[in-house]
């Protein structure tokens, strides 16, 4: 069956020091895979996708890494800040539905 | 430009009474997604709409649930005879075409049957 998974629930780091949220996934038909950030009380906010013709992906101070081989997923953060602390959840979509299925989320907080 | 506008943000119902969740899509947005969140753990979909079509319900429990998305008004997500279980958060997604990797998600309604 379909399934994403993190390896992490929770990751503790300080301010400035980058961060690396991982993700595993067992549907290899997916086509996209994309990280949300969800603070406390609202609703996920879209952070970053990937389709899966690519292996990097960089935003605005975060990354974004597919390893298909493997199945992984990982969301990284550089300079992390106070206002990163939030629970993060990678989602992936495949061709033909469009439902997105979530992993359980890890929470990470910066120590200021 | 409003986001997703979901009403009530918190809903309070005892066993055995309707919840009536509303949904009001970003402008120019005509698809829908309902997901459902239980505490600590990840977002699970629920059903997808197009205006006054259901696209796909196949996360949707066989009874007492519906939804519904008219041609005017907002979507609507309805629990009937509801059951401590049915407490958690639910979320609409909505995006301008078909493809919910640009949907946009609304606050919630947090939903706690007593």
């Known amino acids: 069956g379909e399934s994403v998974g993190l390896h992490l629930p929770t990751l503790s780091v300080q301010e400035g020091d980058n961060s690396i949220i991982n993700c595993a996934y067992s549907?290899?038909?997916?086509?996209?895979f994309i990280w949300y950030k969800q603070e406390s009380g609202k609703g996920p906010q879209f952070i970053i996708d990937?389709?899966?013709?690519?292996d990097k992906r960089q935003g605005q101070r975060v990354t974004v890494l597919l390893n298909k081989t493997v199945k992984h997923l990982s969301l990284q953060i550089a300079a992390t800040q106070p206002g990163d602390s939030a629970v993060y959840f990678c989602?992936?979509?495949?061709?033909?539905?469009?439902?997105?299925?979530f992993g359980k989320g890890m929470k990470l907080t910066v120590n200021p | 430009n409003a986001g997703v506008m979901q009403n009530p943000r918190h809903l309070v119902r005892r066993r055995g009474q309707e919840a009536r969740l509303r949904c009001s899509p970003m402008?120019?947005?005509?698809?829908v997604y309902w997901y459902r969140q239980l505490p600590e753990e990840g977002l699970k979909f629920m059903v997808y709409?197009?205006?006054?079509?259901?696209?796909?319900e196949s996360g949707m429990p066989k009874e007492r649930f519906s939804a519904e998305f008219p041609k005017e008004g907002p979507s609507i997500l309805r629990i009937q005879q509801v059951v401590r279980g049915d407490s958690a958060a639910y979320f609409c997604?909505?995006?301008?075409?078909?493809?919910?990797?640009?949907?946009?998600f609304g606050q919630g309604t947090r939903l706690t049957v007593v």
């Open positions: 997604a909505s995006s301008p075409q078909k493809g919910s990797v640009e949907a946009f």
């Open positions: 989602a992936e979509n495949h061709g033909g539905s469009e439902k997105l299925v």
């Open positions: 709409l197009q205006k006054e079509n259901i696209i796909d």
């Open positions: 990937i389709r899966s013709n690519m």
């Open positions: 549907n290899s038909a997916s086509d996209y």
């Open positions: 402008k120019g947005h005509s698809h």
